[in-house]
T-cell receptor
Framework: GENVEQHPSTLSVQEGDSAVIKCTYS??????FPWYKQELGKGPQLIID?????GEKKDQRIAVTLNKTAKHFSLHITETQPEDSAVYFC?????????FGKGTRLHILP | ETGVTQTPRHLVMGMTNKKSLKCEQH?????MYWYKQSAKKPLELMFV???????ENNSVPSRFSPECPNSSHLFLHLHTLQPEDSALYLC??????????????FGPGTRLTVL
C-alpha cells in the first residue's frame, strides 16, 4: 500500500523567511496530493493541492511542486507571517485511499 | 468551519461508559469519514461512508460503531473504550469517496479522553 514520509517534523523560521516542507510517497500510481494546515483546536483545512499531471502550482505565498519521477512533492511558503504557525500535513491519494504524512509543526519566530 | 460540524468538542468518559460522537455536513456531499488523530502519528482513517453505505472499515475494533442515517449525518458510537483510545476524532466529508481527487473537508474534531 501507499506510504507517505514527511520531513521535517518540526521547523522554525524567522518571520519573513521561506519555509519548505518535503514529502515522499511510495506508490507511483498516486494521482492527487493535497496539503492541509491544522491550527490549534481546529480540524485540518486544505490550503493547496496538486494533481499528477501538473508539476507546480502557486497560490499567493504558497506553492507546491511535484516530481513524479522521484515520487516527492514539496510545500513552499514565502514571506512567512505569524499566522502561518500551525501543523502542516501532506497526503497522497489513489482511487479511494488517501494516506497522510505525520505532519510538520511550523513555528514562525518574531 | 460551518461546513462540517462536530459535537461534542470535548468528551471525558470512563471505560464502562457508552457515548456517541456526532458529525453533520452542510456541503451537500455524499461521502463522510471518521479519522483518529493521535499525537505524533499520521491521521488514521477509521470508516468511510459513500451514499450512506459503508465502504471502508480500516480494521477498527468493534468498540467503535459507526452509523450513517443519511448523507449529512454521521455518528460514532463508543462503548467499553480503553485509555489508548484517547485522541482527537475528526469527521470529514467529500463529494464522492470513490474519486481520489475529491477534496476532503474536516470538522473541528472531538477531543476524547478515556479514564
Amino acid at each position: 500500500g501507499e506510504n507517505v514520509e514527511q520531513h521535517p517534523s518540526t521547523l522554525s523560521v524567522q518571520e519573513g523567511d521561506s519555509a519548505v516542507i518535503k514529502c515522499t510517497y511510495s506508490d507511483s500510481a498516486s494521482n492527487y496530493f493535497p496539503w492541509y494546515k491544522q491550527e490549534l483546536g481546529k480540524g485540518p483545512q486544505l490550503i493547496i493541492d496538486i494533481r499528477s499531471n501538473v508539476g507546480e502550482k502557486k497560490d499567493q505565498r504558497i506553492a507546491v511542486t511535484l516530481n513524479k519521477t522521484a515520487k516527492h512533492f514539496s510545500l513552499h511558503i514565502t514571506e512567512t507571517q505569524p499566522e502561518d504557525s500551525a501543523v502542516y500535513f501532506c497526503a497522497a491519494s489513489l482511487n479511494d485511499k488517501i494516506i497522510f504524512g505525520k505532519g510538520t509543526r511550523l513555528h514562525i519566530l518574531p | 468551519e460551518t461546513g462540517v460540524t462536530q459535537t461534542p468538542r470535548h468528551l471525558v468518559m470512563g471505560m464502562t461508559n457508552k457515548k456517541s460522537l456526532k458529525c453533520e455536513q452542510h456541503l451537500g456531499h455524499n461521502a463522510m469519514y471518521w479519522y483518529k488523530q493521535s499525537a505524533k502519528k499520521p491521521l488514521e482513517l477509521m470508516f468511510v461512508y459513500n451514499f450512506k453505505e459503508q465502504t471502508e472499515n480500516n480494521s477498527v475494533p468493534s468498540r467503535f460503531s459507526p452509523e450513517c442515517p443519511n448523507s449529512s449525518h454521521l455518528f460514532l458510537h463508543l462503548h467499553t473504550l480503553q485509555p489508548e483510545d484517547s485522541a482527537l476524532y475528526l469527521c470529514a466529508s467529500s463529494q464522492d469517496s470513490a474519486t481520489s481527487t475529491d477534496t476532503q473537508y474536516f470538522g473541528p474534531g472531538t477531543r476524547l479522553t478515556v479514564l
